[in-house]
C-alpha cells in the first residue's frame, strides 16, 4: 500500500496519509472541480488499509477551513467507511479541528460527530491560526 503525499492546491486540501504509522491528515479548503476524481483514490487506499482485518490503529486528523457539497458528501463516505471498520473492531480515532470563532467548521464537526459509535470523534478547537495538524 503506497502513501500519499498530495501539497495543497487552490482548490484542493493537502492530504497525507502513512500507512506504516496509521496516520491520515488532510487540511485546507475543499472544492475540487471533479470531486470523485479527486476523492476516489484517497478513498481506495483508506478502503484497502482499513479492509485489512488485523492492521494497525488508524488515527484520522482533519483541519478543514472550507469545503463544498461534493467533498462533504466525500467526507460523509469516509467517515461512514472508518465507522464500519471500526463496527468490525478497528481501532480508529478522528480528530477534527477548527479554528477558535470558526462556528461553521465548529457545527459540521459536530454534526459528523453524530455518526460515530465506535470510532472515537474528538473535536479540537485551536486557538492559534498558525498551527497546523
Keep these: 500500500m503506497d502513501a500519499i503525499n498530495q501539497q495543497a492546491t487552490d482548490r484542493t486540501p493537502r492530504v497525507l496519509f502513512d500507512p506504516q ?5 488532510m487540511s485546507g479548503e475543499s472544492y475540487p472541480e471533479d470531486a ?9 487506499q483508506l478502503s484497502a488499509f482499513v479492509a485489512e482485518d488485523q492492521g494497525p490503529a488508524l488515527h484520522v486528523a482533519l483541519e478543514m477551513a472550507y469545503f463544498n457539497s461534493s467533498s462533504a458528501k466525500a467526507l460523509m463516505n469516509m467517515f461512514q467507511m472508518l465507522e464500519d471498520a471500526a463496527e468490525r473492531g478497528r481501532e480508529i480515532t478522528v480528530d477534527w479541528y477548527y479554528q477558535a470563532g470558526d462556528d461553521t467548521m465548529e457545527e459540521f464537526g459536530e454534526d459528523f460527530s453524530e455518526d460515530f459509535e465506535c470510532a472515537e470523534f474528538r473535536l479540537n ?6 498551527t497546523s495538524i
Design 21 to 25: 504509522a496509521g496516520r491520515f491528515e
Design 36 to 44: 470523485a476524481s479527486f476523492f476516489g483514490p484517497i478513498m481506495e
Design 125 to 130: 478547537e485551536r486557538d492559534d491560526a498558525s
